[in-house]
């Protein structure tokens, strides 16, 4: 059997590898740069940049070994039909989704700003699951991909830690999956609530799953 060191204790890997997918969460230029959704909102998108090289050697690694690569997409259709009302009226930044910023309309699907950043364009045979929510199997098709796929084990980056990244993987773990967060893969634009995150997903026997590094990851890959 092979284990990854991680917290609260190892994580077993599934025997064939192909069951353990790669889950990349909206490292999107919205996100990631001046002029997005994550600005708009008034947040340092500095700080999110810093995890770039480290997703990066993840998917060259996951890409090297043939394994299964899940991208997300926060985003919107371009008339705001899959936004409901309490999410676009939410807060009182000067763009709200769908209005025209410096990269396009903010979170909506197909603008400039809502494409993922381009060191981690995806490949063909990656699967890209765009979606309306913070949660990735919130009116999406994931978990039947995945069922179709036979993928039990999934692994976790992206951002934001405490938003899109722990929602997901919520989700994921009520859905039977198993789930592993690679702490230097992921980040929050609030220091404090990606530590929070980390010490409550694994708390208690790891009751929503593990948490491990990057360097632990492909360590086990390769
Ligand atoms: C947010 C996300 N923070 N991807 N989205 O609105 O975490």
Same mark, same amino acid.
């Given at each position: 059997?092979? #284990? ?29 740069? !001046?002029? &997005?959704? +994550?600005?708009?909102? +008034?947040?340092?998108?500095?700080? !999110? ?6 997703? $990066?050697? !993840? ?32 807060? $009182? *930044? ?9 990269? +396009?309309?903010?979170?909506?699907? +197909? ?17 890209? !699951?765009? $979606?309306?929510?913070? &949660?990735?199997?919130?009116?999406? /098709? ?18 934001? #830690? ?11 773990? /009520? ?43 492909? *360590?086990?890959?390769?």
């Amino acid at each position: 059997m092979t #284990t990854i060191a991680a917290q609260p204790y190892e994580y077993e890997l599934p025997e064939d590898l192909q069951c353990c997918a790669l889950v990349i969460i909206d490292m999107q230029r919205d996100f990631l740069e !001046l002029g &997005g959704f +994550g600005d708009a909102l +008034g947040n340092d998108v500095t700080r !999110l940049q810093a995890i770039v090289p480290t997703v $990066k050697q !993840l998917l060259e690694a996951f890409r090297q070994f043939n394994l299964p690569i899940i991208h997300t997409l926060e985003c919107h259709k371009p008339d705001l039909s899959d936004c409901p009302p309490a999410k676009l009226n939410r807060g $009182k *930044s000067s763009l709200k989704i769908g209005d025209a910023g410096p990269m +396009g309309r903010i979170l909506i699907d +197909g603008e400039p700003g809502n494409q993922i950043i381009p060191e981690l364009t995806p490949l063909p045979g990656e699967i890209v !699951l765009t $979606k309306p929510g913070k &949660g990735a199997f919130c009116r999406t /098709d994931l978990e039947l991909q995945l069922h179709r796929k036979g993928i039990t084990h999934l692994l976790f980056t992206g951002v934001t #830690t405490e938003v899109c990244v722990q929602t997901t993987m919520r989700e994921a773990n /009520d859905r039977g999956f198993e789930c592993l967060l690679i702490e230097d893969a992921t980040d929050s634009y609030f220091p404090e609530f990606k530590t929070a995150t980390i010490e409550m997903l694994r708390a208690q026997g790891g009751i929503i799953g593990w948490t491990t590094t990057a360097d632990e990851v492909i *360590s086990v890959l390769s």
